[in-house]
């Protein structure tokens, strides 16, 4: 028999390896669930451009406007941390636990002052007048920006998780598959925010 015969007929493995199918399938879910989550924020966008075409007006009296130079630095901020995401899967990938550990923790640091960031900007501008429910204005604004901000939350606790299971040793074996998920998470988030704060704070009235 050839040796091409040989290789056409040889034996399929069975079981298959499971890091392989379950790193696929987890990737397929994320994706399917981003993809339904971006049409969340689409939606949440359109409707925002829609009420502030048609308003007449805008901004009521007494409603104060959106501290850009402060968002602008959260934002950045914000990306830094996704810098910081993908250095944490190639340290994985090259199996250095340490460095993951640090650039994971770091990742996680992002969120917790993003989220910081938020509350004090939440607190400032109610404070100054802009309460929920008062206006389309100010209706929409949280709406929006504490629905993303619950996705930072949830992906901060997530990256958390990663953390523990990463000092646990979980991944030193060269299946970095579960934080790359991780990573395609967090990335959507730092994303939506970019578009976000674009929509609502940077195009003009």
Known sequence: ???????????????????????????????????SDALS????LLAYGILRGASKQWHFP???????PFTAFLTFWLICSSVTMVMAHAACVEGDRK????????????????????????????????HFGYSAYATTFYLIT????LHVLTGTIYN???????????????????LEIAGLFWH?????????????YLVPA
């Open 160 to 178: 958390s998780v990663m953390w523990i299971r990463t000092s646990q040793g979980k991944y030193d074996n060269g299946n970095h598959n579960h």
């Open 41 to 44: 924020f689409a939606g949440l």
């Open 188 to 200: 959507f988030v730092d994303l939506v925010w970019i578009i976000v704060f674009t929509v609502v």
């Open 99 to 130: 460095k993951t550990l640090l650039w994971l923790g770091l990742t996680v640091l992002g969120g917790v002052g993003f989220l910081c960031g938020q509350y004090y900007e939440y607190t400032h501008l109610s404070h100054e007048g802009l």
């Open 1 to 35: 028999m050839s040796d091409h015969s040989a290789a056409h007929h040889a034996p399929i493995e069975w079981p298959p390896d499971p890091h392989y199918g379950s790193a696929s399938l987890g990737k397929l879910g994320m994706w399917m669930f981003l993809l």
């Open 146 to 149: 504490s629905f993303h901000g």
């Open 62 to 68: 007494g409603e104060p406007e959106l501290g850009i």
